[in-house]
């Protein structure tokens, strides 16, 4: 595979980044991921506009222009031929001598590589997942896409050793999100509901956009918080992603919605969403 590392291209073997680089001491940096469907990048823009608001947040320097970005994203999937997959980026503040108080000057790691893999027709989609409910110990500032994903991986494991996909995080009683997702209900009077916006969780890409597309298709929409007890009685359940787009949620801590299969609405989201995001790729 060839990889990005601040203005090269070079076979993965061969990309380095210094043992001092606050990404690896520190967790200082941040990353998208963009999706890749038929070759070209779903929801680009999106990726980017959340990119500035995380480096800005964190007061880390831009790595280069967005015209820039984008031709890196398209330079890497076409020379490692990607037709379905993502393009992961990561900025980091740079490297110094290990210390707490880093010095305004730093020169931000770049870093890009692609990611092969099926995921218009994952299995998932069709058989829908199955999560736990764990409480959430993240730090506080969880609308920065920081590298920090100690905790989400922690709980996913756990939801692996019990035999389930994912987990969805609580905090005082409510869902926050997913380990790596945005989590969704549909009420029995067919109203979609999902967390609303604040520190408290990351602004989906993907959110953002069916939230927008569901509108658009005379639904009902609700931001608002929710509980497991709620969602265990709702009448189906998703989580949305930028490389899962909509995918159905059959179980919650251990009930079952409805008969256990995906429900109308979480598939007809995923249906609208790719035709939608498709016809915007570039
Ligand atoms: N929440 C968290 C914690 C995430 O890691 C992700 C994946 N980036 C999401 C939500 C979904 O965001 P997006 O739709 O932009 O991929």
């Known amino acids: 595979r060839i990889v990005y590392v601040n203005g090269e291209y070079l076979p ?3 990309a380095k980044v210094s043992i001092f680089d606050r990404g690896f001491l520190m967790a200082d940096a941040v990353y ?3 999706s890749v469907l038929d070759g070209k990048l779903l929801e680009f823009e999106g990726h980017i506009a959340r990119l500035h608001r995380s480096l800005s947040e964190l007061k880390m320097a831009e790595p280069c222009s967005d015209e820039e970005l984008l031709e890196i994203h398209r330079e890497l999937v076409k020379r490692n031929e990607v037709k379905e997959g993502g ?4 900025v980091t503040r740079g490297a110094s001598d290990r210390d707490f108080v880093w010095a305004k000057d730093l020169k931000p790691t770049l870093v890009l590589f692609t990611q092969a893999k099926s995921i218009e027709h994952s299995p998932t989609a069709t058989t829908g997942i199955k999560v ?4 959430d110990q993240r730090w506080a500032r969880r609308d920065i896409k920081t590298v920090q994903l100690l905790f989400p991986s922690l709980a996913k494991m756990e ?3 019990q035999g389930k996909d994912d987990a969805w995080l609580v905090e005082d009683g409510f869902v926050t999100e997913g380990t790596s997702n945005n989590a969704w209900i549909v009420t029995k009077d067919g109203t979609i509901v999902t967390r ?6 990351l602004h989906g890409i993907t959110r953002a956009s069916v939230m927008k597309y569901a509108k658009e298709a005379q639904m009902k929409v609700e931001e608002r918080k929710f509980t497991i007890e709620e969602a265990q009685n709702a009448a189906e359940a998703f989580f949305t992603s930028a490389s899962a787009f909509v995918t159905p949620v059959v179980e919650i801590d251990g009930a079952t919605l409805g008969d256990g299969t995906p429900g109308p609405v979480a598939r007809r989201l995923r249906e609208i969403y790719l035709a939608e995001s498709r016809a915007r790729a570039i």
């Open 132 to 135: 736990i409910a764990i409480e």
């Open 159 to 161: 939801a692996k050793a």
């Open 196 to 201: 609303d916006l604040s520190t408290d969780l």
């Open 12 to 14: 993965e073997e061969e």
């Open 87 to 90: 393009v992961y980026l990561q």
């Open 32 to 34: 998208e991921v963009c």
